[in-house]
């Protein structure tokens, strides 16, 4: 098993660009979620899915972040327009429970940057 | 929502002697509590967990306690090696996973 792939990796962009981040959870996982990793913050919560439907969005700083998960194998997180504070790791998880009370397999990150 | 507390935010140990990191939580309904160890430049990996229905759980090296009367709980690392050298994040269930602000954990040859 590949685990949960994110994509890209590296993101460096500019103040009010659009950025993108990309996830594909494991296989079989019902359980998606989308975490923000900075000093100040720590490990924060943005949004989480179960069966493709968003459940808690309540962590999603505001409304320029924007999370969809089209298909059980695919999801995105989107900022429009990114600022500078948004600079952190964005790291997508997924599981096999519904509320996430079981073992969350997490990506790699996504570290962001945005100038 | 859950609070989630966690000491020390760093700690240095010499190889072969033991670890120890605690967390609080304020959610009382709370009944799941893991434990993630992130090495550089990697996502979280859970390492043990504990349900509220057991005191204690073992793992090799590794041991978690939990006492849910004051709310607390710990992870315990005995003969630490330097491969345990990595940040540990405790968390606590509530109706969604909350963590605290993870231990930064240095073991000196």
């Known amino acids: 098993d590949a685990g949960v792939i994110q994509s890209p990796r590296h993101e460096v962009t500019e103040m009010g660009q659009e950025v993108t981040l990309r996830c594909k959870p494991i296989?079989?996982?019902?359980?998606l979620f989308w975490y923000r990793q900075t000093m100040m913050r720590g490990l924060e919560l943005l949004i989480y899915?179960?069966?493709?439907?968003?459940?808690?969005d309540s962590g999603m700083p505001e409304d320029r972040f924007s999370a969809k998960m089209p298909n059980a194998s695919f999801s995105t997180l989107k900022i429009q327009p990114s600022e500078p504070r948004d600079s952190a790791v964005y790291f997508c998880?997924?599981?096999?429970?519904?509320?996430?009370?079981?073992?969350?397999?997490f990506g790699p990150g996504t570290r962001l940057t945005v100038l | 929502g859950e609070n989630v507390e966690q000491h020390p935010s760093t700690l240095s140990v010499q190889e072969g002697d033991s670890a120890v990191i605690k967390c609080t939580y304020s959610?009382?309904?709370?009944?799941?509590f893991p434990w993630y160890k992130q090495e550089l430049g990697k996502g979280p990996q859970l390492i043990i967990d504990?349900?509220?229905?057991?005191g204690e759980k073992k793992d090799q090296r590794i041991a978690v306690t939990l006492n849910k009367t004051a709310k607390h709980f710990s992870l315990h690392i005995t003969e630490t090696q330097p491969e345990d050298s990595a940040v540990y994040f405790c968390?606590?269930?509530?109706?969604?996973?909350?963590f605290g602000g993870g231990t930064r954990v240095l073991v000196k040859p």
């Open positions: 296989s079989g996982h019902n359980s």
């Open positions: 998880a997924s599981s096999s429970s519904g509320t996430g009370f079981n073992e969350q397999f």
């Open positions: 504990i349900r509220s229905n057991v």
């Open positions: 968390a606590g269930s509530g109706n969604k996973l909350t």
């Open positions: 959610d009382s309904a709370s009944n799941y």
């Open positions: 899915f179960n069966n493709n439907v968003p459940i808690d």
